[in-house]
């Protein structure tokens, strides 16, 4: 009897580098390869999974700690690799992922559902200094997984699309205080703290409260930042949020943390 639902693991998110696995009973993927190949191999092997038994990457956005990985991966491993148009613009003027077979590369633009084998996949834009940001939400058998980070803002719109998933990777980037008192350049912080920046422990927490639904059992905190956060307050942020609007957290709802360089457990949803 075919498997319900799909598996995932959290391979690493993090400033340094960031990817995720999913896999369904017809296909293995990856959300972005932020890290050298050597690194999401070593990553994968944590899960009992290899590289070469994937079918494709997909891309969120341009920067280096999303994309480091995947020309390897893909020249390697021979894999299908999907971002929008104005995605794959900028990677090609700047060579990013050097050089690609055309038969690689596939457009899927913001706002479409593709189905990719027996997965439904959803991209949305989010709010980001990158060219044409996009994230993802995985669905097959009503089961969904939702993964919003690298946003400097979450907005009514954007929550009402993502609302009442089982599980969500939601940005806890950095706590306000801390990066204003850091060492960061202005500019920099500017930046983080912007509405094409990232989301801060609160708004991270108000965006699972505006978005969560009956279905929502598990939320992952992401893309943490080494020096403007604390794993622990990103957690009782989150956990004080939920328990404030009388949700039962650790019966209801499981809130788990993510690390830079060790995989999540491979999970089923």
Sequence with gaps: MEEKGFRYSILASGSSGNSFYLESPQKKILVDAGLSGKKITQ???????????????FITHEHSDHIHGVGVLARKYHLDIYANQKTWQIMDENNMLGKLD?????VFEQGQVITFGDLDIESFGVSHDAVAPQFYR????????????DTGYVSDRMADLLTNADAYLIESNHDVEILRAGSYPWRTKQRILSDKGHLSN????DSILRTMGQQTKKIYLGHLSKENNIKELAHMTMKTALMQAD????????????????????TRI
């Design 138 to 149: 995985f669905m097959r058998d009503n089961k969904s997984f939702v993964m919003l980070t």
């Design 43 to 57: 990553l994968l092997a944590e899960i009992d999974r290899k590289p070469e038994d994937l079918d494709a990457i």
């Design 102 to 106: 055309v038969a690689q590369k596939h």
């Design 202 to 205: 609160e708004d991270g927490a």
């Design 247 to 266: 949700v039962a957290v650790g019966q209801d709802v499981k809130i788990y943390d993510t690390s830079p360089d060790s995989a999540s457990p491979l």
